[in-house]
Structure formats: C-alpha cells, structure tokens
C-alpha cells in the first residue's frame, strides 16, 4: 500500500541492483558508410534580379542585405550568391539574404 506511485501506476523494482556491464576494448562499428545517391540540392532562382545583378559586374555597388549595407565592387553572379569586394577582401552573399542593391555614388570610392 505504500508503494511508490509514479502518474498512479506502480513500478515494479528489482530487489537488487542490475550488474554493470563495461566493455574495454574500442567498439569500432562494423557497418560501412553508404553515400546517398539520389541527393538534389534546390535554390530559389530569380532570373530577372540575377540578369540585373550582373550588369553591374565590376561596378562600385552598395548592397543592403537583412544584417546590414556592404559597399564595394562586384565581382562576380553565381546563381545562389554573389562576390562583393569590399576594401580587397572577398565577401560572398547569398542572394536570398539580399533587400535590394543601388550604384554606389562617389563619396563611397575606395
């Protein structure tokens, strides 16, 4: 009657406690690793703002992205990110990260 009642349904306990097993040895597996085959990656693609994007190629752009603004050249349209070089650094963005972009004005050279 003064069982330990867990949510109302008792558990039964063993009357002592269950050996400890230890295995000292290194447990290597024995399954190989298999590599899916049928793996696709997708993108969002927009064409119209990626053709955009790359009439600006070389270009002094400032790119508004959703952290922030990046000001620099253009250096290259992938179809999922682009490569601004700002101050001889390479910085890649996803475009899917991107608000919208302008030319750069002049106060903005290097």
Request: hydrophobic share 40%.
């Given at each position: 009657?003064?069982?330990?009642m867990?949510y ?5 306990y ?30 969002a ?13 070389g ?7 959703t ?10 349209v ?28 002049e106060?903005?050279?290097?």
């Open positions: 009657m003064n069982r330990f867990y109302g349904y008792p558990h039964a063993a009357s002592f406690p269950a050996q400890q097993y230890f295995r000292i040895e290194d447990v290597q597996s024995k399954n190989t690793q298999v590599l899916p085959t049928n793996v696709i990656y997708t993108t693609v927009e064409p119209k703002f990626t053709e955009l994007l790359i009439r600006y190629k270009v002094m752009i400032v790119i508004t992205t952290v922030g603004k990046l000001i620099g050249t253009l250096d290259d992938f179809i999922d990110h682009v490569t601004l070089i700002v101050h001889g650094k390479k910085h890649h963005i996803r475009l899917s990260e991107i608000v919208y972009f302008e030319k750069a004005e106060e903005y050279e290097e």
